[in-house]
């Protein structure tokens, strides 16, 4: 069974350009995650989508980022424009969003340079 | 609110032996869920192990088991005879299992768990 994707698995990029990162969830999954991983605040929530609605971004850092979910299968998070301090690991997780069956797997992140 | 603390930066073991990985929570919610991550220095999020917190019986999954002490606030992991590959950061997390927040991870700040040969 495929786990969750994610593309790119690096980007390089320079401030000030718009940066799309892309998330597949496990097929049947209808909760979707997007983390953030850096050495200073470790892993951040960023926004969780349930059946496809954004249910909580209070953990997006500011209006430079935003997320959608057009469907089941499919997940964006776009920074625009980007900066150096968004240089960090980002994770999408999936899970089935059932009471006790909640287990987020997560996707293998996406490295973000942006110099 | 929800917070998880894991109080060893570093903890070393020696091959095949039994190592244990501290975490204590701290939550207002009734019924949760708490977690076990491995991230391995390859990057990626491994999932090892659940506990919910109405579970009476401590989760096992192979050579991890969780030491789920409820009054104590607490959710070790014991990991048995390591193994090389065990080596990595290991990340405590908790949910809740309703309300609004239902399903949103809180990390703490990871173990990293070297393995001597």
């Known amino acids: 069974d495929a786990g969750v994707i994610q593309s790119p698995r690096h980007e390089v990029t320079e401030m000030g350009q718009e940066v799309t990162l892309r998330c597949k969830p496990i097929?049947?999954?209808?909760?979707l995650f997007w983390y953030r991983q850096t050495m200073m605040r470790g892993l951040e929530l960023l926004i969780y989508f349930n059946n496809n609605v954004p249910i909580d971004d209070s953990g997006m850092p500011e209006d430079r980022f935003s997320a959608k979910m057009p469907n089941a299968s499919f997940s964006t998070l776009k920074i625009q424009p980007s900066e150096p301090r968004d240089s960090a690991v980002y994770f999408c997780a999936s899970s089935l969003g059932d009471r006790g069956r909640e287990t987020q797997y997560f996707g293998p992140g996406t490295r973000l340079l942006v110099l | 609110a929800q917070k998880i603390t894991q109080t060893q930066p570093g903890m070393f073991v020696q091959e095949k032996e039994a190592v244990t990985l501290d975490c204590t929570y701290d939550?207002?919610?009734?019924?949760?869920?708490l977690f076990w991550y491995k991230q391995p220095s390859s990057g990626e999020m491994i999932f090892l192990i659940y506990?919910?917190?109405?579970?009476?019986q401590n989760a096992t999954e192979g050579r991890y088991s969780l030491n789920f002490q409820k009054a104590r606030k607490s959710a070790n992991l014991v990991i048995s005879a390591s193994q090389l590959g065990d080596s990595a950061m290991y990340f405590c997390?908790?949910?809740?299992?309703?309300?609004?927040?239902?399903?949103?991870?809180?990390f703490g700040q990871g173990t990293i768990l070297t393995v001597h040969p």
């Open positions: 506990q919910g917190s109405y579970d009476e």
């Open positions: 939550t207002s919610d009734q019924s949760y869920g």
């Open positions: 097929s049947g999954h209808n909760s």
């Open positions: 997390a908790i949910a809740p299992s309703g309300g609004t927040s239902y399903g949103k991870l809180t």
